[in-house]
């Protein structure tokens, strides 16, 4: 049970306070309800690039790194299509300077014109070695305008062109970064062995003058039901084969989420899942193959991809993919099976409430999904579902007419 403290500021800034007697270090963890489903579709990977930019100095302080350094602390961020997470880590007796660095960098930034170039030059590097000069690392620049035609998950963080980068101006800049970037859109985590007290009195002092922004109401256009198999084929200097199959499923928040990460956990988690047994290691099909889930806050995908041995082709490695699936949908799964893989999800679960760094950041997590207490309910969420669960939820999602197939094709198969 993770007990946490909650206060909110007069300019809307929620703070959440975990107090933990068993760690020197303190772990601040700021998010941002702003993420690449935000973003005008003729301008994307926007929240990326604050991702970087944010690094760069803000209007009082023209190095972010390096005061922290100093102190002895460490820090990052992620982005993802529906946030964008700063965190750090520092000793408690220098926690002032994590407060005093995140708030300034919420005010403003500096917003020069070589911070901007260089930012975007770093990000624009970034998307040739990732997605294009990787193997296999453009998948998702095809996958998800393949399952997605309305939604803006339609686009991947980097985003969809890296034209839009090269192009974003400094009018573009600012106005992304006061649309979003605010106190009454942001949720600041704190664990350590700190007092409730002093973290009121640290937020006011370095937070609550920032003032309130305007941020807009969020009404994106919701994914219409697929209702058509669909299906790309690409080739590209791969040394494998690979096929990746998607399926529409719910959104973070509703209660099927649960049985749905099961299903994934039962097809493809560690070497005894069915998926590596039969395909893997019985039928010689594939080199590897995985099933995981996007736990989006929206309609994510259920996803499940494989690289196949040489000389296996794509039809023969599709139908035993889908062989496996009706075997989910026809048969239902034993008590055993599933009380396997709950035991597993609990672990992990404990293991993740360890670091304070990992509970700050789930923390913030689960308010922004609408109720903070969801950080201790998981375990309970995961253990109520049942064997008709993972059977009606296996029969909703795995339909051809809701699947999208890449066929990646290796060009030097065919030398």
Known sequence: MIKFDRFTLDNGLKVFVIKDKNTPIVAINLLYNIGARDENPEKTGFAHLFE??????????????????????????FTTNDITNYYMTLPKENIETGFWLESDRMLSLAFS???LETQKNVVIEEFKQRYYNQPYGDVWLYLRPLAYKKHPYRWATIGKDIKHIEDADMKDVKDFF???????????SIAGNVELDDIKKLAKKWFGDIEKRNVPERLLPKEPQQNEERKLTIKSNVPFDAIYKVYHMCDRRN???????????????????????RLTKEKELFSSIDAYILGNIDNGLFVIYGKLFEGVSMEKAEEAIEEELQLLNNEFVSEYELSKIKNRVESTLVFSEISALNKAINLSLYELLGDANMINKEAEKYNA?????INRISKQIFKKTNCSTL????????D
């Open 52 to 77: 970087h930019l944010m690094f760069g100095g803000s209007s009082n302080i023209s190095d972010f790194d390096g005061p922290l350094q100093k102190v002895g602390g460490d820090n990052n961020a």
């Open 113 to 115: 014109d070589k911070n």
């Open 178 to 188: 006061y649309k979003f970037y605010a106190p009454n859109n942001a949720i600041l």
């Open 255 to 277: 209660k099927d989420y649960y049985a749905t990460d099961l299903v994934s956990d039962i097809l493809a988690n560690g070497d005894s899942s069915r998926l590596y047994q």
């Open 385 to 389: 579902v049942t064997v008709d669960d």
């Open 407 to 414: 066929y990646y094709m290796s060009k030097q198969q065919d």
